[in-house]
Antibody, heavy 114, light 111 residues
């Protein structure tokens, strides 16, 4: 069964940093293009960024609101996806989901507040 | 600019059918999309990938009541024999060379 499990969310002050993880199982993670998607309280889904498989270059794309402040990486030996977020703003408060191989994780809540 | 447009809300009666629409922006009518469902207080669930020719590939354990179709720049999600658990937000998603986009979502009320 395909599973994605996010972790690493929490409360962080504006200007702070946080690293989220997404552990994958049940599929060949190394072949998958993986995404991060977020959902602010009461709002719709917003794409954050994507990383291609290493065989397709392993390159990343980021949404405009977060470009320059986030970095997506992957460790195929650990079947794990990462989202490094820096210079966090209050508007980054959201549930962060990983999405790949037609599957969503359960999400992890990031709250940016002083 | 790649944009997806969805009506904010829709409603239909228990046991009836409903057709939700997602419209691709001008110049992007050949793009495939994905449909996702988000039930209240839950995370999203992938429903299907829908191509411009109407062919679609559903996710695991998605009931036959859910189907997709396409016409020009419009992509449709049809839910037949509506059940109470179909009350949810439905999002379409598409992707370009270096970007992914979600529609604003349609909130489906089952009467």
């Amino acid at each position: 069964e395909v599973h994605l499990v996010e972790s690493g969310g929490g409360l962080v002050k504006p200007g702070g940093s946080l690293r989220l993880s997404c552990a994958a199982s049940g599929f060949t993670f190394s072949n998958a293009w993986m995404n991060w998607v977020r959902q602010a309280p009461g709002k719709g889904l917003e794409w954050v960024g994507r990383i291609r498989s290493k065989s397709d270059g392993g390159t990343t794309d980021y949404a405009a609101p977060v470009k320059g402040r986030i970095s997506i990486s992957r460790d195929d030996s650990k079947n794990t996806l990462y989202l490094q977020m820096n210079s966090l703003k209050t508007e980054d408060t959201a549930v962060y989901y990983c999405l790949g191989f037609g599957t969503w994780g359960q999400g992890t809540l990031v709250t940016v507040s002083s | 600019q790649l944009v997806l447009t969805q009506s904010p809300s829709a409603s239909a009666s228990l046991g009836a059918s409903v057709k939700l629409t997602c419209t691709l922006s001008s110049g992007h009518s050949s793009y495939p999309i994905a449909w996702h469902q988000q039930q209240p207080e839950k995370g999203p669930r992938f429903l299907m990938k829908l191509n411009s020719d109407g062919t679609h590939a559903k996710g695991d354990e998605i009931p036959d009541r859910f189907s997709g179709s396409s016409s020009g720049a419009e992509r449709y999600l049809t839910i037949s024999s509506l059940q109470s658990e179909d009350a949810a937000d439905y999002y379409c998603q598409t992707w370009g060379t270096d970007i992914q986009v979600f529609g604003g979502g349609t909130k489906l009320t089952v009467l």
